[in-house]
C-alpha cells in the first residue's frame, strides 16, 4: 500500500515541476522516471503511469542499476538501500532539471529534492527547494503548498 | 472518542485502492494521497460500525476552502445536519428535525470531550470554539449512535477532531478583517524530547451584532478569547494525549429589562484531557481517557449556570475468529449550580449528577460480501435509572466500491435538570413548574443506506430513515405547568449527498436533506401548543459547492445553499451564497477574499419576527501565514 501511494505520487509530481524549456527533449519523446534500488515500487510506477501522459508525453519507467546513465531521466526515485550512495552519485551527473526523491531520514542530506515521510501511516513529503533551485528547475507552488516542510536551505 | 476513526471518504478511496492498485491511485490529487490511510497488510484494514451509518466527513482541506470562521459555520458543510443562525453568536443546529436553540438530540464532542451541557443536553454555541485550521475532520453522524455513543446520542453525534500536534508543527498565524467580523489566531508547534510533540495557540474573535427584521439593533455580538494547548508522545495507536483549552467571551451590552439591569452575556471557561491509546502484544488495543471541565455563563436575564464535569472512559477493541469486538465502559460526575435570574431558576438550585454506562460491539463477518455489528449500550442516570440502547445493523457489499447497509436501533434522550427541575419565573407563582414525572423520550429507529465510490473521481451517499417517537417531552397550560412525555409520533425522511471530479482542478459536491414529521399530543394532555414547541424545521435544504484551483496558485470556491421554509414560528425559506477566492502569494502566505450571504443583504434563519435578527451580507479578507 506504502508503495502503491508513493507510486502515485511520482507520477504526480511529474505534473507539479516547471521544467524548464527544452529539458525533457522532443515532444514526442517520453518522460522518464528512473528507479534506482526498489524493483517492487518499479513495478507500481508502471502499473500507475500505463496508458497516462504528463504533459502529452507518455511515462516511461526504467529500472537502473549503479552505473547506469541518467542522461534522460526526468525523475530519479532512490530507494532506502542505495540512498547511503546517493551523493557520490550525483556528485558525478553534471546540475541539470532531474527531481530526485528518496524515502530515508538522510535524503535530503544526500542531495535529494523530494523525500517521503510516513507520519501517522499516512505518506507525506518534504522538499529542500535549494537543490530544486541549484539544478536550475522550480517547483510549482501547489506541491509546496502541499509538502509537509518545504527546506529553504541552511537548515 | 470512541474508536470512531470514521475515514469514510479516505476509507472508501483506501478500501478501493487496495483492490484496484496504484493505478488507480494515480487520478487522486496530492492532498488525497497524503490522507491515505496505509495499513499494514497483516490486520484487515478498520471497518467500524460507523461505516454503516449516515455519515458525513468534513475534512479540513473543506473548511479551509470553504472559508468558514466559526465551528457552527463549518457544521453548515455537512449536507445531514440543520445550521440555522439565531443570532449574531447564538445557533440552533440539528439533524433530521427537533431544531431549536435548546436542541437536545445532538451530541457534540470535540476530542471526545462531550461539549453539550448536561443540564439542557443542548450546546451552548456561542461557548465552543476551536482553532479550525488544526482541525483534522469533523464526523458528522446523522441517525442515533446511542449503541456506542449512548443517551442522548438520538438524531446524531458530531465529532470535532483536531491535528495531532506533529500535524501543526511550526508558526501559523491566522487574521480576518471584515466588514463585521474580525480575528486573530496564533499556534506554534513543535517537538518535546524525541518522542512527542506539542502545539500551543491562542485567538482572538469579534463578532458584530445583527439587527431586528425591525430594523432595531440587537445587542448580540460578541468578543471572545481562547487559548489551549496539546502534547502528544508516540503515535495515534500507541501513545499519550494531554490536551486542554481556557475560553472566555462577552456579548454587547443590553439595554435594561423593564427597571432592571441585565448587562451582557458573560462567558467562561476551561478543560483538561488525557488519552492513553496502547496496541497490545495479540493486536488488541485498548483506550483510557477523562477530562474534566468547568464552564459559566452569566445572563442575568435568562439564568446563570455554573457546571463541572469530570469524565471516565475506556474501551478495549480486539479480534475473535470473524468477530471484531469493541467493549467498554465509562463514568460521568456533573455538580451544576444555575443561580436564577429574571426568567428562569432551576429546583434544587445545586445538584450532582452521575453517570455510567457499559458498552458491547461486535462486528461479525459472515462470509465475503455480508457483516452484521450488533452493539448495545447499558447506561444508568440518576433520573430514570437503567436504560438499553440497543443496536443492529448488516451491511452488503455486493461489488467492490459499493456498499449497502441497514439498522435498527432503539435510542433514548434520558431527562435533564432542564426537564424536571426547571421554575419559570424562579418564585412561585409559576408558569411551569417542572416534571417530577418526566421520563425518557424514546425513538426506534429503521435506516437504508446505500454508498457507493464507483471511482475516486466520484462518489455518493443516500440514506433514507423513519424514527418513531415516543414520550416526547409535552407540556400543559400554565400555571403550574408540568413538563411531562406526552407527544408522540414519526419522522422520516432521506438523506443524500454526492462528489464528483470531473477534472484535476475541479470538484463538485452537492447535498440534499428531505424531512417530514408527523407528531402529535396524546389524548389527556392539556399541552396548549403541541408539537411545535419541539422544534422547527424545514421540509428540505440542499446545498451545491464547486472547488476550482486556477492557474497561478489560485482558488476559488462557490457554495450555494437553499434551505425550506419553517413552520412554527413562520421563517421563509431561502437560498444564499458564499463564496472564496484564495491566492497563495508564496509558500508562507495565502490571501483569501470571502463573502458570505451574498444573495441577499439580510436575511432571517430562526424565531419569530419582526423581533428575531437577520443575518446580514459580509464580506473578509484573511490572510495566513506559515514561514
Known sequence: MERQVKAAYLYRFAGYVEWPAGALGAAHLPLTIGVLGADALAAELVQATAGRKVEERPVAVRRLQPGDSLGDVAILFVGKPETPRLKALLAMVQPRPMLVVTESDSGLAQGGMVNFLVLERRVRFEVALDAVERNGFRLSSRLLSVAQKVHTGGN | ?627
Not at chain 2, 65 to 87: C, M
Not at chain 2, 309 to 314: A, G, L, S, V, Y
Not at chain 2, 517 to 529: H, I
Open chain 2, 1 to 627: 472518542m470512541k474508536r470512531a476513526a470514521t475515514w469514510l471518504g479516505t476509507a472508501a478511496v483506501a478500501c478501493a485502492a487496495a483492490a484496484q492498485g496504484a493505478g488507480d491511485l494515480a487520478e487522486l490529487t496530492l492532498e488525497e494521497l497524503g490522507s491515505i490511510e496505509i495499513v499494514s497488510a497483516s490486520r484487515r484494514p478498520e471497518r467500524l460500525s460507523e461505516a454503516s451509518a449516515s455519515v458525513y466527513v468534513v475534512s479540513g482541506e473543506l473548511i479551509r476552502r470553504s472559508g468558514v470562521r466559526t465551528l457552527p459555520e463549518a457544521l453548515r458543510l455537512a449536507p445531514n445536519l440543520q445550521v440555522a443562525r439565531v443570532d449574531g453568536s447564538q445557533y440552533a443546529i440539528s439533524a433530521r428535525g427537533f431544531n431549536n436553540a435548546i436542541g437536545n438530540k445532538l451530541l457534540v464532542l470535540i476530542d471526545g470531550r462531550t461539549v453539550y451541557t448536561p443540564f439542557f443536553s443542548g450546546v451552548f454555541w456561542d461557548q465552543q470554539d476551536v482553532m479550525l485550521e488544526d482541525v483534522e475532520r469533523i464526523e458528522v453522524i446523522s441517525g442515533p449512535g446511542a449503541a456506542l455513543w449512548g443517551a442522548n446520542a438520538v438524531n446524531g453525534v458530531i465529532n470535532v477532531i483536531t491535528r495531532r500536534a506533529a500535524d501543526s508543527q511550526g508558526v501559523l498565524a491566522v487574521a480576518d478583517a471584515g466588514s463585521r467580523d474580525q480575528g486573530l489566531a496564533l499556534r506554534y508547534g513543535g517537538r518535546l524530547g524525541d518522542n512527542g510533540f506539542f502545539r500551543l495557540y491562542a485567538k482572538t474573535d469579534r463578532v458584530d451584532h445583527t439587527a431586528s427584521e425591525a430594523a432595531a439593533p440587537v445587542a448580540d455580538g460578541q468578543r471572545r478569547r481562547q487559548i489551549g494547548w496539546r502534547m502528544d508522545w508516540g503515535s495515534a495507536a500507541d501513545g499519550f494525549t494531554l490536551q486542554g483549552d481556557a475560553y472566555s467571551g462577552k456579548s454587547d451590552e443590553r439595554a435594561a429589562f423593564g427597571t432592571v439591569q441585565i448587562g451582557a452575556v458573560e462567558t467562561e471557561g476551561a478543560n483538561l484531557l488525557a488519552r492513553w491509546t496502547r496496541r497490545l502484544g495479540d493486536g488488541s488495543d485498548f483506550r483510557l481517557q477523562s477530562y474534566y471541565s468547568h464552564s459559566e455563563r452569566e445572563d442575568r436575564l435568562v439564568y446563570r449556570p455554573r457546571e463541572r464535569i469530570f469524565d471516565i472512559e475506556f474501551q478495549h477493541g480486539f479480534a475473535r475468529g470473524g468477530h471484531r469486538l469493541l467493549w467498554g465502559g465509562g463514568w460521568r460526575h456533573a455538580r451544576d449550580d444555575i443561580e436564577p435570574a429574571l426568567f428562569l431558576g432551576f429546583d434544587p438550585q445545586r445538584k450532582s449528577s452521575r453517570w455510567a454506562n457499559l458498552f458491547v460491539h461486535d462486528d461479525i463477518a459472515l462470509g465475503e460480501k455480508f457483516s452484521a455489528v450488533l452493539g448495545a449500550k447499558l447506561e444508568h442516570n440518576g433520573y430514570t435509572g437503567t436504560e438499553l440502547l440497543p443496536s443492529a445493523r448488516l451491511e452488503w457489499k455486493p461489488v467492490q466500491g459499493h456498499f449497502v447497509w441497514s439498522a435498527l436501533s432503539r435510542a433514548v434522550r434520558a431527562p435533564a435538570r432542564l426537564d424536571r427541575d426547571i421554575r419559570l419565573p424562579p418564585q412561585p407563582p409559576f408558569l411551569i413548574a417542572g416534571g417530577p414525572d418526566f421520563v425518557s423520550e424514546v425513538a426506534k429507529v429503521f435506516e437504508l443506506g446505500y454508498r457507493a465510490q464507483p471511482s475516486p473521481r466520484w462518489n455518493y451517499s443516500a440514506t433514507a430513515f423513519r424514527h418513531s417517537w415516543d414520550r416526547l417531552r409535552s407540556g400543559q397550560v400554565p400555571p403550574n405547568a408540568l413538563v411531562q412525555n406526552m407527544i408522540e409520533g414519526s419522522t422520516w425522511g432521506v438523506e443524500a449527498w454526492g462528489e464528483w471530479q470531473p477534472a484535476s482542478w475541479a470538484r463538485i459536491g452537492g447535498g440534499l436533506v428531505l424531512l417530514r414529521k408527523d407528531l402529535r399530543v396524546k389524548a389527556g394532555s392539556t399541552d396548549p401548543s403541541g408539537p411545535a414547541n419541539l422544534g422547527n424545521d424545514p421540509q428540505h435544504q440542499w446545498s451545491l459547492r464547486a472547488a476550482f484551483n486556477l492557474p497561478h496558485r489560485q482558488e476559488l470556491d462557490i457554495a450555494v445553499r437553499r434551505v425550506g421554509a419553517l413552520p412554527q414560528p413562520a421563517v421563509p425559506a431561502y437560498t444564499t451564497a458564499d463564496l472564496r477566492y484564495g491566492w497563495r502569494v508564496s509558500p508562507a502566505l495565502e490571501l483569501s477574499l470571502i463573502g458570505q450571504n451574498l444573495f441577499d443583504p439580510r436575511h432571517p434563519e430562526f424565531n419569530a419576527a419582526p423581533g428575531r435578527s437577520e443575518i446580514p451580507r459580509s464580506v473578509w479578507l484573511r490572510l495566513r501565514w506559515t514561514p
